[in-house]
């Protein structure tokens, strides 16, 4: 008898194991949808508003495009590599992610390039960089971390505040220093919205959101 039902138990598995892979690839499909849709509007957003300074300036109207286009490339191409790293592997290295947009941040605050009233990007040759770019991928990778590590603990308020807590203030007091409202507020809703769907008690979520949106209305004052 046990010899007649391993195989049919694993052929179930391996059916649910392709079920599964099936409605991972529909997602994923769901998911680019409106990136590709935003790609292409902002690409022919930036066509209509730097053609005619593109020709002045250039003597090119598409010169602007062009090269948007090279970083939508790119982008494109990091967006393949991101997908095809095991979600297991940024798990693991999650800390050292989220130091390293700290990092980027404090750099920014420290020896930036001011322009406008803020002091958000690094000038490294002729590349501009702007590290709040990458908090965004960072908090979305240790919160998910943290998260699913402390998933039986976040209804204890010290494993809420730290790192959960404590990693989003942390990331909006650099970016408000800046400052730069739209990531911090961007950067807060992604958060709250990853806590509503987690463990984690909703008192401490309004909490935690009451104190942002103080935070960003002083800040806007």
């Known amino acids: ?64 495009f062009k090269r948007q286009v090279v970083y939508a490339v ?14 297991r592997l940024y798990k693991r290295f999650s800390g050292l992610i989220f130091a390293a947009s ?40 240790f919160l998910a971390a943290a998260l699913s590590r402390k998933e ?6 010290l494993h809420f505040f730290w790192p959960v807590a404590g990693s989003l203030g942390l990331t909006a007091t650099l970016l408000l220093l800046e400052p730069d409202l739209g990531t911090t507020i961007l950067i807060a809703a992604t958060g709250v919205a990853m806590l509503v769907a987690s463990t984690t008690p909703l008192r401490y979520v309004f909490g935690a959101a009451s104190l942002g949106t103080a935070a960003a209305l002083v800040s806007v004052l």
Request: aromatic share 8%; net charge positive; hydrophobic share 50%.
């Open 1 to 64: 008898m046990a010899t007649s039902v391993t195989p049919i138990a694993r052929a179930r598995a391996i059916r649910r194991a392709r079920e599964a892979a099936r409605a991972a690839d529909r997602n994923s499909v769901l998911l680019l949808l409106p990136v590709i849709t935003l790609l292409v509007v902002g690409l022919g957003a930036i066509l209509s508003a730097s053609s005619v300074v593109a020709r002045l300036e250039r003597g090119d109207q598409f010169f602007y």
């Open 74 to 87: 790119l982008g494109i191409g990091a967006l393949v590599l991101g997908a095809r790293i095991p979600y």
């Open 102 to 141: 700290i990092v980027g941040l404090a750099v920014t605050l420290a020896i930036g390039t001011e322009g406008g009233g803020s002091r958000r990007w690094i000038e490294v040759g002729t590349v501009t960089l702007q590290a709040s770019e990458f908090s965004k991928f960072a908090i979305v990778v």
């Open 152 to 157: 039986r603990y976040l209804g204890s308020f």
